[in-house]
């Protein structure tokens, strides 16, 4: 059998094939270009007319209740995280220390007039002490003179020889001992009016004592067995660490209550980014803790920057930036510390604050 010729045209059907391919990744290349087109175009967009950070978090104004007065905590209306109205009772303070301590008080003034009588007593001995001591004195200073009167008188009799040297030596002896007693005496005296003195400024300090107990005593209630405590303002309930049964002391921190329209957010941007951005610019805000949920806000001032820790490893500094959140109904859900991602339209209308506009 005689070979069958070889056909040098190709197949029309591959043919066809291969420009179906070369069609289709021609396609692709260009849908491919368009994509990356549209994404640089997005990109270059967004760079011109908007500023993003990821360094943002929820913040709210906190309004702390403090203790008024130490003591126990006898009852606990609320818990963490409770919704309350102001004025609302939160808790009950048991003041059995303001009690203890007027008690205590009374104790001391009544111990310091008992201490005061006790050193009258001991003022008025002193005095008897002293009034001895003088009238001693005021003896021996009269004997001394009678001596002294008799010596003269023995000075003739010795003269005239009626008198012999031994009596005249027998009144000098008593002379000369009752000239060292009236020594002795008057360092008593002195000894004895300086301890009075002391009795006296004493006595003016227990007084100042026992009257300074006192006040106090009386400045504490007579009897209030508990301080009821109340909210200050509407809002939710954190921070709360207590139990009943716990102690506390004055001014110490109950709780906290955070308003539920007081969050607002708290953003980190660059030098270079804070260059474009003004009070009223529009903020699109994306929270970590709700991803479903579109978030607005408005720039609302620019915080103060004494505070912001040094550079360390970076020439780029971050300034905080605060956004107020507009309405919203999940806006009392929020929690201060959640994270957000937000970008700032710098295109948007900075003349007006729309949240106040809204609130009036």
């Known amino acids: 059998m005689a070979d069958q010729p070889t056909s040098t045209h190709s197949n029309p059907t591959s043919m066809r094939v291969r420009w179906h391919r070369v069609l289709l990744i021609i396609v692709l290349l260009l849908l491919l270009l368009g994509l990356a087109s549209a994404y640089w175009y997005t990109d270059l967009v967004t760079s011109r007319h908007y500023e993003q950070s990821d360094h943002a978090y929820i913040k709210a104004d906190v309004a702390w209740v403090l203790a008024a007065q130490a003591g126990e905590i006898t009852e606990l209306a609320v818990q963490e995280q409770d919704v309350v109205d102001q004025h609302a009772f939160l808790l009950s303070i048991d003041d059995t220390d303001r009690t203890a301590r007027r008690a205590q008080l009374q104790a001391l003034a009544q111990l310091k007039s008992a201490a005061l009588q006790i050193h009258q007593q001991s003022e008025q001995a002193q005095q008897q002490v002293i009034r001895e001591l003088q009238g001693e004195h005021v003896t021996a200073q009269a004997e001394l003179a009678r001596l002294q009167q008799l010596q003269q008188r023995y000075q003739l009799l010795y003269q005239e020889g009626l008198l012999n040297r031994q009596t ?30 002391a009795l006296v400024n004493r006595r003016e300090q227990l007084q100042a004592e026992q009257q300074q ?4 005593a009386d400045a504490l209630p007579a009897r209030q067995n508990q301080i009821r405590v109340h909210a200050p303002v509407a809002g939710r309930v954190n921070s709360l660490n207590l139990r009943v049964g716990s102690r506390v002391d004055v001014d110490t921190r109950l709780m906290s209550i955070v308003p539920l329209d007081s969050f607002f957010l708290e953003a980190l941007f660059t030098e270079t980014q804070i260059e474009r951005m003004q009070v009223g610019q529009r903020v699109e805000i994306e929270i970590d803790a709700y991803p479903d949920q579109q978030w607005v806000g408005y720039i609302t001032g620019f915080l103060p920057t004494e505070h912001l820790p040094p550079l360390q490893n970076s020439t780029v500094r971050r300034l905080p930036v605060r956004i107020d959140l507009d309405r919203s109904p999940l806006l009392p859900s929020l929690r201060p510390g959640l994270a957000a991602n937000l970008r700032v339209d710098l295109r948007s209308n900075h003349t007006t604050n729309p949240i106040k506009n809204t609130a009036n």
């Open 213 to 216: 107990a006192q006040t106090d």
């Open 168 to 197: 005249m030596e027998s009144n000098q002896a008593q002379r000369s001992m009752l000239q060292a007693r009236l020594s002795r005496l008057s360092a008593d005296i002195h000894a004895a009016e300086h301890q009075y003195e």
